[in-house]
């Protein structure tokens, strides 16, 4: 089941320093759109905004709507909690919990969130594990620590836990950035069988790699350092890369600028 | 600028393309040092100035002068710096060593002549000057209930105070209550027992007792918790701050709320160094005999009721026994030291072991 994101206006403050100016856009449901763009731009800043991620660090805050089928994620009434759930999050640095075991992990936000039955847990981690194509590596080492697998099995680890608890939006930080050709090609392979199920929003610097996954592309862009980031192009990823209008757009893509 | 090569640079003594150097042969060290000490016996017996204390001692500096020479003409400057620095670190490394191993080797051969079977079941109750009997059992009790008392009041008390200061507290009132923990962490142990002398027992224990003040082994342990608590809040606040931000990211990212992100992924990641913490307060609480004196008085009959009546503690009956005028107390002061030292050594190995239990080996 997954959901329409729409973006109105959305500003996003760390302080009094303001990262993003009124980012407009809407992402379609069981699609891959890709955020590309400068460094500091503010395409995570955009990204951590929609599961209301942004608002951990101290003095960040936010103006705009944000709505997912229609639910504004910012009224007053909203549980962080729930929206978090409902958007599942995928860091550039895999981070499994160190206290855990493989099978801990998976089921890590099951079990916190209040699912005990140990049948159900059993299964959602052997689901989850083979939907992140990690089943058959570690079936046999399940209890063994999260934190000892390669850095890709451990990006996959990560996925393999934001999808146990069932989001129906799966954003992606910049999520190959640290791992090796053969790890990348695993994870997009992965993203192409999530985009069944799941709306995928993804970071990523590698232009490429926007080019093969996504079906949709934004292009963040900043005037100068300090200037907040814009978004200066939204489109399909074939126009994107085959024919910006924006200038800005096709200088970025043809390694003119950035 | 104009065109600057390589070449040009400031050499760093090196001669391109030769990778090998020499080193200084072990036989050549050897002899730096049988010359070493055999200077340093000469000088000190010659002139009659010491005995082999001071032997080793001018040996040892002799001998690492001497290497420093003998290498930096063998091997080069770069190489007979690095020598130096690493002899610097070992011989201090030895030095910092030697006190505590001092202090073990004294504890044991003096304290193993009481190391008997009557010491551990015995109380001083009508043991006098001309007894060689007696023991520490009402000290160890006490010990073993004040500071029990102590870590139970304190380590709650502290872990979620540095949960606070770290998780939730921001601005000017965390900043207070990091300041006053701070000055915590330097009150005399004697000023909390006063404290807990004029505060509790002065004024709330008469409440219990018919108006009348009371000393009890209570007492202690809240002086006792009063010394522990800021070295717990500063030791896991440091610990919990260095759980990486990216890990509770993660647990949010999966809907989990802050209180359970909190107890279930931030606290198990930071425990061991917690329980190091803890058990350094703990070690700290149970060696301290100046608030036991004040508030629980001393005893020298076994009382298990830590609420009410006198109480001693090892440390306390360490001090009292060591200004004994019997001459059968010294010995029991040495064999309660050593007990002492004891249980804070296994308490530390058994949390040690069990904070290693929860958390997953490699």
Redesign the interface.
């Known amino acids: 089941m997954a959901k329409r994101i729409e973006a109105s206006n959305v500003t996003s403050y760390y302080g009094s320093f303001k990262a993003i100016d009124s980012i407009s856009m809407t992402v379609e449901p069981k699609s891959i759109t890709a955020l590309i763009g400068p460094s500091g731009c503010g395409k995570s800043t955009f990204l951590r905004s929609i599961?209301r991620?942004h608002e951990?660090l101290?003095g960040a805050r936010i103006e705009g709507r944000l709505t997912i089928d229609d639910q504004n994620i910012y009224d007053a009434d909203v549980d962080v909690?729930?929206?978090?759930?409902?958007i599942?999050?995928v860091?550039q640095?895999p981070?499994p919990?160190?206290?855990?075991?493989i099978y801990e992990n998976v089921v890590?936000?099951l079990k916190?969130?209040g699912v005990k039955k140990k049948s159900h847990l059993d299964d959602a981690a052997e689901a989850s594990l083979r939907s992140a194509n990690l089943w058959e590596e570690v079936k046999d080492r399940l209890g063994?620590?999260g934190?000892?697998l390669s850095g890709g099995q451990q990006q996959r680890l990560?996925i393999a836990?934001?999808i146990a608890?069932e989001p129906q939006v799966v954003l992606m930080d910049e999520p190959c950035s640290a791992l090796d050709p053969i790890s990348t090609l695993a994870i997009e392979d992965l993203m192409f069988k999530l985009k069944d199920r799941f709306t995928i929003i993804i970071v990523t610097h590698n232009m490429q790699q926007a080019a093969r996954v996504s079906d949709k592309t934004g292009f963040f862009s900043i005037d100068k350092t300090g200037d907040p980031g814009r978004l200066i192009e939204y489109d399909d990823t074939q126009k994107i890369f085959s024919n910006p209008t924006q200038k800005k757009t096709e200088d970025y893509i043809t390694g003119r600028f950035g | 600028m104009s065109t600057m090569t390589q070449s040009d640079l400031p050499g760093v003594g090196m001669t391109p393309g030769n990778i090998r150097s020499k080193k200084l042969p072990l036989a050549m060290n050897l002899a730096v040092a049988v010359v070493a000490f055999g200077l340093a016996a000469a000088i000190v017996y010659g002139f009659g100035i010491g005995n082999w204390v001071l032997v080793v001692v001018l040996g040892w500096v002799l001998y690492l002068v001497g290497l420093l020479i003998a290498a930096s003409r063998v091997e080069g400057r770069r190489a007979a710096r690095n020598r130096a620095w690493r002899s610097l670190i070992y011989s201090a490394c030895i030095l910092a060593i030697l006190p505590l191993a001092s202090v073990v080797w004294t504890l044991i051969s003096k304290g193993v002549q009481r190391l008997d079977g009557d010491f551990f079941n015995s109380s001083m109750n009508n043991i006098g000057a001309r007894d060689p009997g007696g023991g520490a059992y009402h000290a160890i009790i006490g010990t073993i209930q004040q500071v029990g008392i102590a870590t139970i009041i304190a380590v709650p008390l502290g872990v979620l105070g540095a949960i606070y200061l770290v998780e939730y507290g921001r601005g000017r009132f965390a900043n207070t209550v990091r300041f006053f923990v701070d000055v915590m962490t330097g009150i005399p142990s004697i000023v909390a027992g006063l404290f807990i002398l004029s505060f509790w027992v002065l004024i709330v224990s008469p409440w219990f007792n018919n108006g009348e003040p009371r000393f009890s082994g209570f007492a202690a342990a809240l002086a006792l918790s009063v010394l522990m608590l800021p070295t717990i809040v500063r030791s896991t606040e440091e610990m919990l701050r260095l759980v990486p931000g990216p890990l509770r990211e993660g647990a949010y990212a999966l809907g989990v709320p802050q209180w359970k992100t909190i107890l279930k992924i931030v606290v198990p990641t930071a425990l061991p160094g917690i329980v190091t913490g803890v058990m350094l307060a703990i070690a700290r609480a149970a060696g301290e005999t100046a608030p036991v004196l004040l508030v629980a008085g001393g005893a020298a009959a076994i009382n298990f009721d830590p609420f009410n009546g006198n109480q001693s503690s090892l440390a306390l009956f360490v001090y009292q026994q060591a200004g004994d005028a019997s001459k059968y107390a010294p010995a029991r002061a040495w064999t309660a030291a050593l007990t002492l030292v004891a249980i804070v050594l296994i308490l530390t190995i058994a949390a040690k072991m069990l904070a290693r239990r929860n958390s997953l080996t490699r």
């Open positions: 599961n991620m951990v101290p909690t729930a929206v978090r759930r409902m599942g999050m860091f640095r981070n919990f160190p206290t855990m075991s890590a936000g916190l969130n063994r620590p934190a000892g990560c836990r934001t608890v």
